[in-house]
T-cell receptor, first 115, second 113 residues
Framework: NAGVTQTPKFQVLKTGQSMTLQCAQD?????MSWYRQDPGMGLRLIHY???????DQGEVPNGYNVSRSTTEDFPLRLLSAAPSQTSVYFC??????????????FGDGTRLSIL | DAKTTQPNSMESNEEEPVHLPCNHS???????IHWYRQLPSQGPEYVIH???SNVNNRMASLAIAEDRKSSTLILHRATLRDAAVYYC??????????????FGKGTKLSVIP
């Protein structure tokens, strides 16, 4: 089972460049989300989606865009990268329903450095 | 939002039980207690969750205090693969906050061979 797949695993950008972090899941989960994790810290929620065509902001949304055109994919876009966005990015998914009982499944992360 | 307090780090000998504590004195009656762990260079992994009663699964046990102001994650026999950061997280059962996991810094568990 593939689960949650994130690409790329590593990326180095220059300030001002744009890029898209990819996230795909094969479990038919309605809920998907993006987190960032800075060194020595816990994860912080960037954006989330409860289904195709529906997205909402999390705790730290500034500088990031998302869209959800299919159930399987939830890309995260950095329009103009800044050094403060250097971090490890994790994508997660889960079924909805009684959502507080549903474990979230995480990908292995994308390590992003912005020079 | 209700917060959790965990020790920064703990050590355990291999093959011994480990008790990881979590305080959540401001927990509301409808908050679930979730535990995740994060192995080095990996994404978080679900371990267990509960509301009021103690819970067991193949990975661990969760003991919840009667007043729900604290809980303990129990690993019955620590292995080297259990070395990770363990996060205790409260999830509201309803509302916008129920969608997200709010991670603190967790407890870094070291397992000594």
């Amino acid at each position: 089972n593939a689960g949650v797949t994130q690409t790329p695993k590593f990326q180095v950008l220059k300030t001002g460049q744009s890029m898209t972090l990819q996230c795909a899941q094969d479990m038919n989960h309605e809920y998907m989300s993006w987190y960032r994790q800075d060194p020595g810290m816990g994860l912080r929620l960037i954006h989330y989606s409860v289904g195709a065509g529906i997205t909402d902001q999390g705790e730290v949304p500034n500088g990031y865009n998302v869209s959800r055109s299919t159930t399987e994919d939830f890309p995260l876009r950095l329009l103009s990268a800044a050094p403060s966005q250097t971090s490890v990015y994790f994508c997660a998914s889960s079924p909805l329903g009684v959502h507080s009982n549903q474990p979230q499944h995480f990908g292995d992360g994308t390590r992003l450095s912005i020079l | 939002d209700a917060k959790t307090t965990q020790p920064n780090s703990m050590e355990s000998n291999e093959e011994e039980p480990v008790h990881l504590p979590c305080n959540h004195s401001t927990i509301s009656g409808t908050d679930y207690i979730h535990w995740y762990r994060q192995l080095p260079s990996q994404g978080p992994e679900y371990v267990i969750h509960g509301l009021t009663s103690n819970v067991n699964n193949r990975m661990a046990s969760l003991a919840i205090a009667e007043d729900r102001k604290s809980s303990t994650l129990i690993l019955h026999r620590a292995t080297l693969r259990d070395a990770a950061v363990y996060y205790c997280i409260l999830r509201p059962s309803r509302g916008a906050g129920s969608y997200q996991l709010t991670f603190g810094k967790g407890t870094k568990l070291s397992v000594i061979p």
